[in-house]
């Protein structure tokens, strides 16, 4: 009974939270939102869901997962336009969190603190390896943090790599299997 009460209050007196979902390309990150998502629905909550409005590759309305997966989502050109939906809202989803500019991990602190439950997915390194856009504040300031792994299309060992195939040197470049392959450590350095 206790845990219920508790659970109660978190909903009703505003105990937010970031939650960030973060791998590789290829790794289940905005499926794993997207059931995070539905599962609040059925837990009765109010959900708003947003997407980088430059995310263009397979709807401009909704989050669509590599398995073809979709759940409507609201595409914003900046960060802070996450602030403006309504004050009821009890959690909100944001996928592709690297294409947002570095005023993310303060909406998402602000809408926490205001009781909302955040829950970001998104590449944590780009195809150089390195830390990408603003997952690493995310990931510093979250309560939890999952990363996930796709299959190393090489060997298949865990993926934690998105391995550039094709030509180019620009860290963004929108694409799918026909630019980007998952890669393990060492396949990923060889």
Known sequence: MQVSEEVFK??????????VICGSMFSGKTEELMRRLKRARIARLSVEIFSPKADTRYSETALVSHNSNSIPSMPVSKAS????PGSQVQVVGIDEAQ????????????LANKGVRVIVAGLDMDFQGKPFGPMPALMAIAESVTK??????????P???SY??????GQILLGEK???????RLCYNS
């Open 10 to 19: 978190r909903k009703t007196e505003g105990g937010g939270s970031i939650e």
């Open 81 to 84: 336009s996450i602030l403006a």
């Open 99 to 110: 294409f947002f500019d570095d005023e993310l991990p303060d909406v998402c602190n602000e």
């Open 148 to 157: 996930l792994h796709a299959v190393c299309v090489v060997c298949g060992n």
């Open 159 to 161: 993926a934690l790599y």
């Open 164 to 169: 550039r195939i094709v030509p180019g040197d």
């Open 178 to 184: 026909e630019s980007y392959e998952p890669r393990c």
